[in-house]
């Protein structure tokens, strides 16, 4: 499909496991988005990249969050030493061109985390 | 502290009934709020959005009414559907800098047929 593609869409881990999720954007599109939606609340920024460079990363929760997209496309958020408040779905999301302004962000379904 | 808030929490409505679904902010360097409604399991999809310098946008049954003087605006769906039962989102993103949105909780809308 043309959307953009998150995996695993389950991920059940023990505490102090860690965990690595994938997500795949729109072809094409520069900007990539991470959120965190707990159950019942709306999606919470955690952080985001123009191609590889990492412009914003004020809503990661703690060193034990990072992200990386190393060649602009694919992006994977690792979560180590996970922790049972880290339970949630992670939303990816990409938008097509950072040198426009307020272009539409567009979801995956996300990867829900079920820590143990 | 919350920098979207939206009203209610949840919002039951009769089949070709109007449903509105209030937001209000405090930043005034948001200049972008887009509406988006979320299905059980699925991502969120973006509805409509606006920009301050429009105080109203209309898109087939979905219109987004802003009021920039006292930091509110709306979404009000006409001639409700059930299918248009789902989650709904305002939010915000800033004018500069990030392109990061802030949403607000949420909005659990369920239209009785």
């Given at each position: 499909g043309a959307g953009v593609s998150q995996s695993p869409r389950y991920k059940v881990a023990k505490r102090g496991q860690d965990v690595a999720l994938r997500c795949d954007p729109?072809?094409?599109?520069?900007s990539l988005f991470w959120y965190q939606q707990a159950l019942g609340q709306g999606p919470e920024f955690l952080t985001y990249f123009q191609n590889e460079a990492q412009l914003d990363k004020s809503g990661l929760p703690s060193d034990r969050f990072f992200a990386e997209r190393p060649e602009g496309s694919v992006s994977t958020l690792k979560i180590q030493r996970t922790q049972q408040e880290d339970s949630a779905v992670y939303l990816c999301a990409s938008s097509l061109d950072e040198q426009t302004r307020n272009q539409p962000q567009h979801f995956g379904d996300g990867t829900r985390l079920s820590i143990l | 502290q919350q920098q979207v808030k939206q009203s209610p929490q949840s919002l039951i409505v009769q089949k070709g009934g109007i449903s509105i679904i209030n937001c209000a902010y405090e930043n005034t360097a948001f200049d972008y709020f887009p509406w988006y409604q979320q299905f059980p399991g699925k991502g969120p999809a973006l509805l409509i959005a606006i920009r301050p310098d429009v105080s109203e946008k209309k898109e087939g049954r979905f219109t987004i009414s802003f009021n920039k003087s006292a930091k509110q605006f709306s979404l009000h769906i006409m001639d409700s559907q059930p299918g248009d039962s789902a989650t709904y989102f305002c939010a915000a993103k800033h004018q500069g800098g990030s392109e990061k949105l802030v949403f607000g909780k949420g909005t659990k809308l369920t239209v009785n047929p």
């Open positions: 729109i072809s094409g599109h520069v | -």
